[in-house]
């Protein structure tokens, strides 16, 4: 008679527990990278604010934009230097500045696929740990830039060093925190400091009022994670995967020691587990165009897509529209901001009990109706336009780790990697756009609202094609994901 087959073994888990003192240990640590994150991708609001500028000529009658006016001079009142200022970002170089906002969120999107290929190939702490140095040299450096490019370029190489840490760090926490506790860590606690960094913002800048000081002490903060590379382990489950299953062991009897769980389990779970794989057969990978050539794949996968670029596009652009309200700038990016903060609570809860595609409906269905009304708010009334553009960033905080669970459930096992990686960069394309957003104003107040709102509509009514995945299994092939929400035959 044949032997009844083992349960799959988790030697991670297995040894050392769900989420025990180790790993609530290292996501805290690692989660503190979030809040440079979150500064840096959102620092343009305070790098290139809105700003009064008049001709100082003595008839005070010229044009600024003129070629006869002469004398060019800045409301220092609230902000003593700004990149305006300091390199005349004004009139026909004054879209320079969405220009630099665009090549910095394309360095996102160049450090989440650049480090995600290293990562994947070398492991997460190296990456990990280089993205923090990156990000503190070109950060620093940027602060002291004589040059309009040259600061453009070393932004970008702080961008990418930003995207790399998102990647790094999310692949190596994933990896170590277990399934029981992964909403909340992965959920909550991981993403939160990106918000409260958001938050922050208003209040280095108010200290600061100068545009280098500023740029300054968002970067230099990155010198803590230097530490870093004495306290931060690898994935040891990316050692065990390549092969190096002693440098696995180790960590683990380590970590099992940390948890009060018996370290003579780890070795054998992990030699097991390592047996185990080599006798699997793995499924064919498949590649990213293989999503699109059944209709019900097809569908949903540019349905997904399609909700990553409109998350990414309203987030940071609403974000980034607020500093263009009447009142207090600060005031009105740190009420806005602290909004995504439930935002990224509540979904969580919302996943879990509701579901996906509720969760989802509503959170856009916010943006839409708040941007929408907003077009019918008068300027006067800047508490209710803050009110409003606040609420939408909830909803748009809400919508990101929504969007990005629904993306893992929807995409087959044998190509979710390459579903996901395309959906970031859908995200990333958001980001990059959206920087011109505030652009729009020029053809009428009411066209950006308008923007964000028609984009959030739309990605309601694709939401409704998309099938719930709450409590469903995971799609293996692409046949399972053909066949994803269909009706079922009796």
């Not at 939160?192 to 200290?207: D, I, Q, R, W």
């Not at 300054?216 to 489950?237: A, D, N, Q, T």
């Amino acid at each position: 008679m044949a032997e009844p087959a083992k349960r799959a073994l988790d030697p991670i888990f297995d040894s050392i527990g769900d989420a025990g003192k180790f790993q609530v240990i290292l996501v805290l640590l690692v989660s503190v990278s979030k809040f440079p994150v979150g500064w840096h991708q959102l620092s343009n609001i305070f790098l290139a604010p809105p700003i009064t500028v008049t001709c100082g000529d003595p008839d005070n009658s010229t044009d600024v934009c003129s070629a006869d006016c002469k004398e060019v001079i800045y409301d220092r009142s609230i902000f003593k230097q700004t990149i305006q200022m300091e390199w005349r970002l004004i009139c026909d170089k004054k879209i320079y500045t969405s220009y630099g906002q665009t090549i910095f969120m394309f360095g996102i999107l160049v450090g989440n696929v650049s480090f995600g290929i290293w990562a994947d190939k070398h492991g997460r702490r190296i990456p990990f740990l280089f993205s923090a140095i990156l990000q503190l040299v070109s950060g620093v450096l940027a602060a002291f830039s004589p040059w309009y490019w040259s600061f453009v370029f070393l932004r970008f190489l702080c961008a990418v060093a930003t995207g790399g840490n998102m990647m790094t760090s999310f692949c190596l926490l994933m990896e170590i925190v277990g399934p029981s506790r992964r909403e909340f860590f992965m959920g909550i606690v991981y993403q939160v400091p990106f918000n409260l960094g958001h938050a922050f913002l208003p209040v280095f800048s108010y200290f600061t009022r100068d545009f280098r000081l500023y740029q300054f002490s968002l970067s230099i903060f990155s010198v803590l994670f230097l530490s870093y590379y004495w306290i931060v382990p690898e994935s040891p489950r990316w050692l065990m995967m390549a092969g190096r299953v002693d440098e696995s062991v180790q960590i683990l009897e380590r970590a099992a020691v940390v948890n009060k769980k018996p370290k003579e389990n780890v070795r054998p779970n992990v030699e097991e587990a390592v047996r185990a794989r080599a006798a699997r057969q793995e499924l064919k990978k498949a590649k990213l165009f293989d999503l699109l050539k059944t209709p019900n794949l097809r569908r949903n996968t540019l349905c997904i897509f399609y909700n990553w670029f409109a998350v990414g596009f309203n987030y940071f652009g609403i974000s980034e529209y607020t500093k263009n309200l009447g009142g207090n700038i600060f005031l009105n990016v740190v009420i806005s901001a602290l909004f995504g903060v439930p935002g990224v609570i509540v979904s969580v809860p919302a996943c879990k009990y509701l579901g996906r595609k509720p969760t989802l409906l509503a959170a856009h269905s916010i943006i839409t109706l708040c941007m929408l009304a907003f077009i019918f708010v008068p300027a006067e009334q800047s508490e209710i336009q803050v009110a409003l553009t606040s609420l939408s960033v909830f909803g748009a905080a809400t919508a990101f780790p929504t969007v990005y669970l629904y993306g893992g459930e929807v995409f087959p096992t044998v190509a979710r990697n390459s579903g996901m990686g395309f959906s970031s960069m859908t995200a990333r394309i958001g980001s990059m756009t959206a920087t011109y957003a505030s652009t729009f104003a020029a053809f009428g107040y009411w066209l950006p609202p308008l923007v964000f709102s028609s984009l959030a509509f739309i990605a309601v009514l694709l939401t409704l094609i998309l099938p719930e995945t709450k409590g469903e299994p995971l799609p293996e092939t692409l046949e399972d994901a053909e066949n994803y929400g269909k009706p079922r035959v009796q």
